[in-house]
């Protein structure tokens, strides 16, 4: 199975956003798309998920396009974790994440099998077993995110987006959020696309980074091909360090404070 966007184009109220990007997402990878504010990203994601429609080009799955799958069929192999969240809505923790089972419900919302076993190991991996009854408003913005990562578990889809999953964690929970879905995909031969903001985390999870600047793929390969100075330096007008971390030897980047190099050619 692969995820194919042939010729992407998209507008954010009659500007370009995305000008033909393509490229062929292969399963059992985790992808990470990078890029400066207002690039399009989480807009290439949305399309990606079929959530929003491009003015031109299409996406499709193992050659079939995406806006020809019925929706919960499409659900059953697919699955979002939308920038922010989950709102603070009134359902349990445990109510919130049975809810992913919903792809997989007959029209009277029945399974073949016990699907309980499922939402258990879901909980249990996202460390939400003693938080299960609390209503989601009782929680923090990075447990409610830890909610949703588990929602999305117990749909038990292929392929997995990410809009920017570490935002409002803490260091220790962005680890573990990364570490958790990272051991997922490696276990079930996932396909994974996130953006991710933090370029050095970018750098540490995934096997390929996809670089977005201008509305085009600016640079596309490993993180050690991606994460070149002059290419970040093209992209977000500041100079870099690479170094290599002492334990994983990923690339990571080290800011030096009043570099800007001048390029101001990017939205805020």
């Known amino acids: 199975m692969s995820m194919l966007a042939e010729k992407i184009w998209a507008e954010r109220q009659g500007a370009p956003v995305l000008n033909g990007v393509s490229y062929e997402f292969r399963m059992n990878r985790f992808y990470g798309i990078i890029g400066p504010n207002g690039v399009g990203k989480s807009t290439l994601l949305h399309i990606l998920s079929g959530v929003d429609a491009p003015s031109r080009g299409v996406v499709s799955l193992d050659g079939q396009p995406i806006s020809d799958i019925a929706g919960k069929t499409l659900a059953r192999r697919l699955a979002v974790l939308q920038q922010g969240g989950l709102p603070a809505v009134g359902f349990s923790v445990r109510e919130v994440v049975a809810m992913g089972r919903f792809p997989h419900q007959n029209w009277l919302g029945g399974e073949a099998s016990d699907p309980e076993p499922i939402i258990e190991e ?146 805020v």
């Not at 991996?125 to 578990?153: I, P, T, Y």
């Open 122 to 267: 879901a909980l249990s991996v996202m460390g939400l077993a003693e938080l299960q009854n609390r209503k989601l408003h009782q929680l923090s913005g990075g447990e409610r995110q830890r909610v949703a990562l588990a929602k999305l578990m117990v749909q038990q889809p292929d392929i997995l987006l990410l809009d920017e999953p570490t935002t409002y964690l803490d260091i220790g929970y962005q680890i573990g959020l990364l570490d958790t879905v990272r051991a997922w995909q490696q276990e079930k031969g996932l396909l994974v696309i996130a953006v991710l903001h933090d370029l050095n985390l970018a750098a540490m999870y995934a096997d390929e980074l996809i670089a977005l600047h201008k509305g085009s793929i600016a640079a596309a390969g490993t993180p050690e091909e991606v994460m070149d100075p002059l290419i970040i330096e093209d992209m977000y007008g500041t100079r870099t360090i690479m170094i290599k971390h002492p334990v994983s030897g990923a690339p990571q980047l080290m800011l030096q404070p009043g570099a800007r190099s001048g390029h101001t050619d990017r939205r």
